[in-house]
C-alpha cells in the first residue's frame, strides 16, 4: 500500500460553530511521507506549548497544546519532538521564526499557536504551520473560538487540521464513540448504552442497565443511536435522539429484530428480522414507517451494513454452510460471495470510503478483525486474539475500532483500535468493560 501525503495549503478560519472565513496562500512544496506494506518513517512534528496572551489563559495554553500532542502521537505517524530538546523558543504568535535551530533538531513541521480569552468568556485559540525544511509559514493562520468548556473539542478540532493537511487523509479526532458498558460477574453482566469523545472524555451513560442493550449505531448526522434492545423481553431495534433523550421502537411487530443499522441519507433502517423461525434482512423507511424485505433465503442473513452511496448492501449469511460475507445490489438484487479463504467470517461493515468492507474472522480459535477489497481481494488481518469482534470505521476509513474479549473469569471486553494497514494497534480508555463500538461521524 502506497499513500502520498501532502500537506495542504488552503487555510480555513473556523469556529466550532462553523467556517467564518477562507483565506488561501500559495504552496511552498509538499512534505511528504510514504507508507510502504505498512512499514512508514514517523514525521517529525514540533509544537512548543501555545503562548497563553494572559495570565487567565496559561492552564488552557498547556492543556490544548498536551491534548493536540497526545491526538498526533496516537495515531502512529508522527514523532513528536519533545519540548526538552527544543532550541527555538516561541515568545509571541507573531514572532519570526528561526528555521535552522528546528532543522537542527530535525524538525520537519513546526506548529505554533497561542490562546487568549475573549471579553465574553470564550477562548480564542490561534495556530499556524511552518514548513521547516522550505523555511516558510503555511499561510496566515487558523482561528478557533469556543467556550472555555469546550476546550478539548477546540484542541481536538486543531488537531484534525493539522492531521489532514500534513498526511492528506480525512480528520477523525473530532468524533464520538458509542458503546455497550458492561458492569458485574461475568456471568451476569448489567450493560448500559454510553457515549463518549474519541479519546476516552466525557463519558455519558444513556440507559440505566435496567434492560440488555446490544450494538448501538450512529445517525449519519450524530445525532441518534439506533439500537438492539430486549425491553420487551425479546429483542428489538429501537431509535434514540442523542438531543432530548427520547426513545422510541422503530418497527411494532412481536418478531424478533436486531442488528440495525441506518442508510446514509438517515432515511431508513436496515436490520435483521426472524419470522416463523426464518432470519432475514428487513429495511424500514423511518418517515412511512413502510417495511419491506430485503433478503429471502431459508439460512440466517444478518449484520447488513450500506455502502456509502446506499446502493448496496454487504451481509452476513450461512446459506453456503457456514458463516459468509455477501455483497447484494438494493437495485436489481444480485447476490455475489466475497469471502471464500478458510474460516467463518461475519460483522461486514462498508468503509466510509467505499474501498473496503471489513469484518471479523474465525479461524480454528483464534479470532481475527481484517478489511477486503469490496469484491472480496486483498484480504488483511488486522489483529489476532481469544476474541476479537465487532469493527467499526472511523469517518476518514483509516482506522478501525472493535472490542476484544480477555479469556478467564475475570476477563471482559475492551476497545482498541488499529491502522487499515494493521500497524498501532492500541487500546482506549474506558470506565468500565466495553464492547460493540460505533465511531460517530465528525462533529
Known sequence: ????????????????????????????????????????????????????????????????????????????????????????????????????DWKAINVDVLLTGSVSLSSDGNLVVKFRLHDVFAQSSLGQGVQYRGQVNNWRRLAHKISDEVYSRITGEGKYFDTRIAFISEFGPKTDRAKRLTIMDYDGANVRYLTDGDDLVLAPRFSPDGDELIYTSYQTGKPSV????????????????????????????????????????????????????????????????????????GTKITFESDRSGSPQIYTMSLNDGKISRISFRNGNYGTPVWSPRGDFIAFTKQ?????????????????????????????????????????????????????????????????????NFASDPSWSPLR
Not at 494572559?54 to 502521537?73: C, E, F, Q, R, V
Not at 443499522?261 to 432475514?280: A, E
Not at 476474541?387 to 479469556?407: K, S
Request: aromatic content about 8%; proline content about 6%; charged content about 20%.
Open 363 to 431: 479461524l480454528g480459535s483464534i479470532f481475527h478483525v481484517g478489511v477486503m477489497l469490496a469484491d472480496g481481494t486483498e484480504e488483511r488481518l488486522l489483529s489476532r486474539s481469544f476474541l476479537d469482534e465487532g469493527p467499526t470505521w472511523a469517518p476518514n476509513g483509516r482506522v478501525l475500532l472493535f472490542f476484544r474479549e480477555e479469556p478467564g473469569e475475570s476477563g471482559g471486553p475492551s476497545l482498541y483500535s488499529v491502522d487499515v494497514t494493521g500497524r498501532n494497534l492500541k487500546k482506549l480508555k474506558t470506565p
Open 1 to 100: 500500500m502506497r499513500f502520498a501525503i501532502k500537506v495542504l495549503a488552503i487555510i480555513s478560519l473556523l469556529t466550532c460553530g462553523g467556517t467564518q472565513g477562507v483565506t488561501q496562500a500559495s504552496n511552498d512544496g509538499p512534505l511528504q511521507i510514504e507508507i510502504n506494506e505498512g512499514i512508514i518513517q514517523l514525521f517529525p512534528i514540533a509544537a512548543p506549548q501555545f503562548i497563553a496572551e494572559s495570565a487567565s489563559a496559561s492552564k488552557w495554553a498547556k492543556d490544548i497544546t498536551d491534548l493536540i500532542l497526545s491526538n498526533l502521537d496516537r495515531t502512529g505517524l508522527f514523532e513528536i519532538v519533545p519540548e526538552n530538546s527544543h532550541i527555538g523558543k516561541i515568545t509571541n504568535f507573531d514572532s519570526p521564526i528561526q528555521f535552522s
Open 238 to 309: 429501537y431509535r434514540l435522539n442523542l438531543r432530548n433523550g427520547q426513545s422510541n421502537r422503530v418497527l411494532q411487530t412481536p418478531d424478533m429484530t436486531f442488528s440495525p443499522r441506518f442508510s446514509p441519507d438517515g432515511k431508513r433502517v436496515i436490520f435483521s428480522r426472524t419470522t416463523k423461525g426464518n432470519t432475514d434482512i428487513f429495511e424500514t423507511n423511518l418517515t412511512t414507517k413502510e417495511s419491506r424485505r430485503v433478503t429471502r433465503n431459508r439460512a440466517i442473513d444478518t449484520a447488513p451494513s450500506y455502502s456509502p452511496d
